[in-house]
Structures are given as structure tokens and as C-alpha cells.
């Protein structure tokens, strides 16, 4: 079977409910680790966090593309159906995000609650995107006909981190890095004018 094909295993359970459980698998990540995990399984790889929200995302979106009327085979996915998948994903979403007409948008705190809808954060949409751009890859995938790095895909991941700080009230600046402190020269040894 074709490595980029193998994660398009055969399950038999309900479309909507293997669906939820895998969006939710999406939108939450583990905040705590399991004592058995460290402890038990000496001579088993244990995958990092990372790795293993990446397998968890990776069938998540396989799941999506066989649920996909018609299915969809990831050879002819597209940037489309990558939005499609994200714009699917906000009705999970736990961030609440002002519309224009809301009284609190703009504010970071608001006093009191109101009837805006819950969106995916932008900050969790970004590390999905980069966590399924690797995934792509490393089952096969060309960094070429990568969708999850489509134009397309940037252009939305930006429009909504701009809308979200707007409507939010936050700054979504890039952080910037520390430099090192650059290097000292190389000390010379000290040359003695005494004769020997």
C-alpha cells in the first residue's frame, strides 16, 4: 500500500460521532502526563507530546477526507478542502470571538458574557497547520503538492489571526528571539618586552 494512503484505515463507526470524537481529539491536548508512561515499558519508543497530537491530527483529517461527500483520497486534496477542514473545526471551537455589533469587541476581558459565537483559536489553527504540513510529508507527501502550505491556507491562517486580534483586543506580534550575546574575541597572550 502507498504510504501516503495508510492512514486511510477501515473503521466501522458512525460517521458523526467518529467525527466528534476526532475533532475533539483535535481542539484539546493532554495537560497532564501519566506516571505509567515514564515508569512502565522499558523497550517500548514512547512518542513526545507533539508527536502524538501530530498521529492524532493526521487521522483526524483522514477521517474528515473519508467522511467527505463525495470521499476525498488525500492525492486530490487541495488548499479548498484544507479551509473546508478548518471552517469545519470552528464549530468545536472554545474562543470566544466579538462580531463588530457586539459592544465588547475590541475588548480583551469583557464585564460581562454575550452571544458571540466560539471559534478555533488562530494560535491552535496555526500549530495544526504546521503539525499536518509535517505529517503530509513524512507519509509520503511532496513539500511541492503539500496542501496544508497552500497560498490559500496562509492567506486564511492570516485573515484570521488579524480578525481575532481585532475582535479580541489582542496583539498577535511575533515574538522576537534573543540573540546571543556575540562572541569575545580570542584573548592573545600578552607579549613581554623583556630580553631572555
Not at 498521529?55 to 478542502?81: E, K, V
Not at 454575550?114 to 503539525?131: E, F, K, V
Not at 507527501?141 to 486580534?165: C, I, K, M, W
Request: glycine residues 8%; contains cysteine; aromatic residues 8%.
Amino acid at each position: 500500500m502507498d504510504p501516503i494512503h495508510g492512514f486511510m484505515g477501515t473503521t466501522n463507526m458512525s460517521h458523526n460521532t467518529n467525527l466528534m470524537m476526532a475533532a475533539a481529539a483535535v481542539t484539546t491536548t493532554p495537560t497532564s502526563s501519566s506516571s505509567s508512561s515514564s515508569s512502565g515499558g522499558s523497550g517500548t519508543n514512547q512518542l513526545s507530546r507533539y508527536e502524538n497530537q501530530k498521529r492524532r491530527d493526521w487521522n483526524t483529517f483522514g477521517q474528515y477526507l473519508r467522511n467527505h461527500r463525495p470521499p476525498l483520497s488525500l492525492s486530490r486534496c487541495s488548499g479548498a478542502h484544507v479551509l473546508e477542514f478548518l471552517r469545519y473545526l470552528d464549530q468545536f471551537g472554545k474562543t470566544k470571538v466579538h462580531t463588530q455589533l457586539c459592544p465588547f469587541f475590541g475588548h480583551p476581558n469583557p464585564p460581562a458574557p454575550c452571544a458571540c459565537p466560539l471559534r478555533q483559536a488562530w494560535g491552535s489553527l496555526d500549530a495544526l497547520i504546521g503539525r499536518l504540513r509535517a505529517a503530509f510529508e513524512e507519509n509520503g507527501g511532496s513539500p511541492e503538492t503539500n496542501p496544508f502550505g497552500a497560498r490559500a491556507v496562509r492567506l486564511y491562517l492570516r485573515e484570521v489571526r488579524d480578525s481575532q486580534a481585532k475582535a479580541r483586543g489582542i496583539s498577535y506580534e511575533k515574538k522576537k528571539r534573543k540573540r546571543p550575546p556575540p562572541p569575545l574575541p580570542p584573548s592573545q597572550p600578552a607579549i613581554s618586552n623583556s630580553p631572555n
